[in-house]
């Protein structure tokens, strides 16, 4: 005759000690805070070198992706949404998940997404880690939105192993970098003669970074515009100004530098509309000549770095001694002389 009285013991012992750590834990419809997967995030690759994600980021886009790569669910949430935040969500904000199976995940996030963007394809149980892309909704021709003071953020961690969550909160930690950079250019115009007129100023941005894969790589080669913020064109006869945000530069890939050829250019505009170039330059190459801005451990000391700099202003200045020799055209990116050299614009 079997024990069966001693099996159902086990059983009962078994299913009362379950029980009991649900309850200490507070796994329970009524409070499911304390169970599940708590997804934190973190941005302290910036130029303070501490946590600023509860002052930068309003908005979270969590891609959780399973084992084999394929799209399992998402989640979104705004700083209107969640009690007592502000502007902002909290720094200490955790999105948790209560319905993950165990097994290996992916988690990606984006901060902040706008309108002018568009996260691709439509993602459905078909739709896989590699495929899925962030695009720049780029209108008519190559002409890239024009944006104005958007900060992106992106972070992914690949492949976690994840038990569930069902004695207590699992932790995932995602790292955020910044994955827009914001550019002002101001022109100035010092002792022009009297027979050259009606200076005008072109200002532009050419790269290949209006696509990015879900592990932050750049997606694709065609070449994207960007020009300057309306609202920011400004000028006074001897000063223009201009204002970009532009998506991610990247500093090198797969071993490539500068791999998606991001070029600055500038052209003056004579009245009677031809132009002359003035810069047309590698646009990694200016921003990494900001050297000291950053520290390790993100970057080389003797160079700028992109992903963590707030913002880039480059001044340039045309100085005239005579209208025969031309102009000395001086390149300045906060307060580091980048370039200098004699153009001859009469």
Known sequence: MKPTHHIASFRHLLATILLGALFMQGCFKEDMSKCGIAVRFKWDKNVSFTNRFGFAVQRIDLFVFDGDGNFF????????????????????????????????????????????????????????????????????????????????????????????????????????????????????????????TNLDYKCAITSKNGSYRYNGNYANDNVITYDPYPATISSNGTVHNFDFTILREVLEQNGVTNPTESRFMVNLVRSDGTEDELIDESLIDILKATEGMTMPPWSDPNTGNPDIDDEYRIEITLEYSDENTGATVTVTINNWESAGGKKPIK
């Not at 890239?144 to 992106?154: E, G, I, K, Q």
Request: aromatic content about 8%; proline content about 6%; hydrophobic content about 35%.
């Open 73 to 196: 669910q998402s989640h979104s949430v705004q700083a209107s949404q969640v009690p007592g935040a502000g502007l902002y969500l909290p720094t200490d904000y955790a999105m948790v998940l209560t319905d993950l199976p165990p097994g290996n995940y992916t988690f990606v996030a984006w901060g902040n997404v706008s309108s002018v963007l568009s996260l691709t394809p439509q993602l459905r149980e078909s739709t896989t880690f590699t495929s899925s892309l962030l695009n720049l909704n780029v209108a008519t021709g190559s002409m890239a939105p024009r944006t104005h003071n958007m900060t992106l953020f992106h972070g992914c961690v690949q492949q976690r192993r994840i038990e569930g969550g069902l004695f207590g909160t699992e932790d995932v930690l995602i790292d955020l970098t910044k994955f827009t950079n914001h550019i002002q250019v101001e022109i100035t115009t010092i002792g022009k003669p009297e027979s050259i």
